[in-house]
């Protein structure tokens, strides 16, 4: 239906989005739902590219288009290609994810692909919130002798707003190299979802998502949207749970008021720090020397034992001098 060209475009916005949103170096690709190539066809001049197809079809015109990009068969809700990539691109094949069930499951194929570090980028056509009835039309003469060509309309409208699909139906005119025409009709049913259902389901898979507007020539400002994610190492569960732990034994011990320094020192960490376990200590680390260091209290925490010296954090939990432990996030009040 679209020429290869119309995408050099939209190609170089999800190329930079997923270089950016990527804090390792972006070498390797992999696109779920890659349909005839046409995205990968630019995208392979920045990255080394797999294509990940269900239809065969699809998938002959891709080889052809990109003869040195691996291609896969395989379904964005399950394939496991055993390895991982720089970055995970999901263009508009997402939107044949029609229930949340179905879209978390092409989120955590994404996920399992993505390197540490890396970045994935989801581009639906709609999300619910911009989502407006509408009609479209295009289509192609053939070209280089081939008499063929199509038109087609496409109109959009979504007839139950309740539910998490809407309709597009397509009627094509389809001229055959004898010069005869006829009228073909496709309904393709797709996914319809909220940002915040979209955040929410990037969010327990354990991407970092951010919602970036789709700026490009041809489309309305305002009504495109796209989630460019992070796979950090160290997710964003990993340091809300540090900084609970530590609020818990910083009010239990020395009161309030230095949330603001501890989820800094926790943002902080995060960008230097690859495992979750040696991430916890350093931030617990900081903590405790900015307590030292500004006499907050320079013993915190006191070790509940003999209350000389502080405590410190080995496998997750305090320690005291005879040999007891306390987990990070369960200290008790000492005054
Ligand atoms: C509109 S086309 C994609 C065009 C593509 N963005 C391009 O650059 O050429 C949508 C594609 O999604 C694919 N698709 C549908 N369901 C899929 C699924 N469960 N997993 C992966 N791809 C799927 C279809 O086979 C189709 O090729």
Not at 297 to 307: H, N, Q
């Given at each position: 239906m679209s020429a290869p060209e119309d995408y050099a475009e939209e190609a170089a916005l999800y190329r930079d989005a997923l270089v950016d949103a990527a804090i390792r170096n972006s070498v390797t690709c992999l696109e779920l739902g890659?349909?005839?190539g046409n995205n990968a066809l630019f995208l392979k001049e920045r990255f080394t590219m797999t294509l990940v197809e269900p239809s065969e079809g699809m998938l002959a015109h891709s080889r052809a288009l990109n003869p040195e990009c691996e291609h896969v068969r395989g379904d964005m809700r399950d394939v496991r290609l055993g390895t991982t990539f720089d970055c995970v691109f999901v263009h508009d094949a997402v939107m044949y994810m029609t229930t949340e069930d179905d879209l978390q499951r092409a989120i955590e194929t994404a996920f399992v692909h993505c390197a540490d570090g890396g970045s994935a980028l989801f581009c639906p056509d709609h999300v619910k919130e911009n989502f407006e009835s509408s009609t479209d039309h295009g289509g192609h003469d053939g070209k280089h002798g081939d008499r063929r060509a199509m038109r087609y309309l496409a109109w959009t409208r979504d007839?139950?707003?309740?539910?998490t699909t809407y309709t597009v139906d397509y009627a094509y005119v389809l001229r055959e190299a004898d010069g005869t025409t006829r009228v073909e009709h496709d309904r393709h049913i797709e996914g319809l979802f909220s940002r915040e259902t979209w955040l929410r389901l990037l969010r327990k898979a354990g991407f970092d998502p951010k919602v970036m507007p789709l700026r490009h020539s041809e489309l309305e400002a305002g009504k495109h949207e796209m989630f460019a994610c992070t796979k950090a190492a160290i997710t964003s569960a990993h340091k809300a749970s540090v900084i609970d732990r530590l609020r818990r034994d910083v009010h239990a011990t020395v009161?309030?008021?230095y949330e603001a320094r501890i989820e800094w020192l926790a943002e902080m960490h995060r960008e230097f720090t690859s495992e979750p376990e040696v991430y916890v200590e350093r931030v617990v680390e900081d903590v405790q020397q900015l307590f030292h260091d500004e006499f907050i209290?320079?013993?915190?925490?006191?070790?509940?034992?003999?209350?000389r010296h502080p405590m410190w954090l080995r496998d997750g939990a305090w320690g005291a001098c005879d040999g007891s432990t306390v987990p990070l996030g369960e200290l008790r009040s000492t005054k």
């Open positions: 890659s349909g005839g007839p139950e707003p309740d539910d009161g309030p008021g209290d320079t013993d915190w925490p006191a070790c509940p034992v003999c209350r």
